[in-house]
């Protein structure tokens, strides 16, 4: 069996933190391993000062890492599910995925204060049109504007300055890294959807390479793949990057699965939110037929306005 390989990720404590907790979980089933972490710098962690939809979508937090799996200077790939594109380059697989995280997002405010209790004008910080529209459509009254750079750098820019009386962030990142203090409320999820597999840590792998496929299904989490191969299908269907304004999540109870998926015009004021239920079997035609519900009910004029479908 191979005795060394090399993990690729970002830089940022997140990434960091999400490479090291892999190779845990590897060294706990193969304890002889010798497992390396290479630092990737990537074209979204160089451009900071753009909103990820003008400068490529989700796909500038993977191409380099993905260049240098391809070009074998490393033998997997570690991502955050929500950063991966559901296209991914030829000869590449997503081999594994781990237990996921909390899926929700959470609010961290200067006064320590929920969305409702907020101000009307307050401005609330996020990078992510999904984020925004919801946003838009359940706190009318609340200012949204752009932010972007990782966990730390965005708690800093709201401590330090005056640009913003909230930010939005996930969850599990803040979770990972030790913050859960900073957080001032989880929005539940009928109020606002996750992005397709936010909270889930992805391990990108060479199809070819069958010795590390083998080793990677040993760490693998079905419930979670499961819910990572119906979301993403849905997010497929409907255009499959950050442009576009859509939530998604799934839960799974035994051999049944349930989906829920929203898209929302970027000012929030249309939101189309559907539910659908079938087996787990059916994890990837139940998130094409979700979209598919979505278009038809007014989804296919948002994404006609988004020049998308």
Wanted: glycine share 10%; aromatic share 2%.
């Amino acid at each position: 069996m191979k005795q060394s390989f090399r993990i690729g990720t970002r830089g940022s404590k997140l990434a960091l933190w999400q490479a090291n907790h892999i190779k845990s979980l590897l060294l706990d089933k193969f304890s002889d391993l010798e497992i390396e972490i290479e630092v990737i710098k990537t074209t979204g962690d160089t451009l900071l000062n753009s909103p990820l939809s003008e400068i490529g979508g989700k796909g500038v937090f993977v191409k380099e890492i993905e260049d240098a799996l391809l070009s074998k200077k490393i033998d997997i790939a570690v991502h955050s599910m929500k950063d991966v594109p559901t296209v991914l380059p030829k000869g590449l697989e997503i081999g594994a995925v781990v237990l996921r995280h909390d899926p929700r997002d959470a609010v961290v405010s200067k006064e320590g204060l929920s969305l409702k209790e907020l101000p009307a004008g307050s401005k609330v910080g996020t990078g992510s049109l999904r984020r925004a529209s919801q946003l838009h459509h359940h706190y009318p009254g609340l200012s949204i504007v752009s932010i972007r750079g990782n966990v730390d750098t965005r708690i800093r820019k709201l401590k330090e300055g005056d640009e913003y009386d909230a930010i939005v962030l996930a969850v599990a990142g803040l979770e990972r890294m030790g913050l859960n203090e900073e957080i001032d409320e989880i929005i539940e999820l009928d109020i606002m959807l996750p992005a397709p597999g936010q909270g889930i840590i992805a391990i990108e792998s060479r199809l070819d390479d069958k010795e590390i496929t083998t080793i990677l299904r040993e760490i693998n989490h079905v419930d979670t793949e499961t819910q990572a191969i119906s979301e993403r299908a849905f997010l497929y269907r409907l255009g499959g990057d950050c442009n576009v304004p859509v939530g998604c999540h799934a839960t799974i109870d035994g051999d049944m699965l349930n989906l829920a998926g929203i898209i929302s015009s970027p000012d929030g004021k249309v939101v189309i939110k559907k539910v659908i239920v079938g087996t787990r079997g059916e994890a990837e035609q139940l998130g094409e037929k979700l979209a598919d519900m979505i278009i038809e009910d007014g989804g296919a004029k948002i994404l006609e306005e988004l020049s998308l479908l």
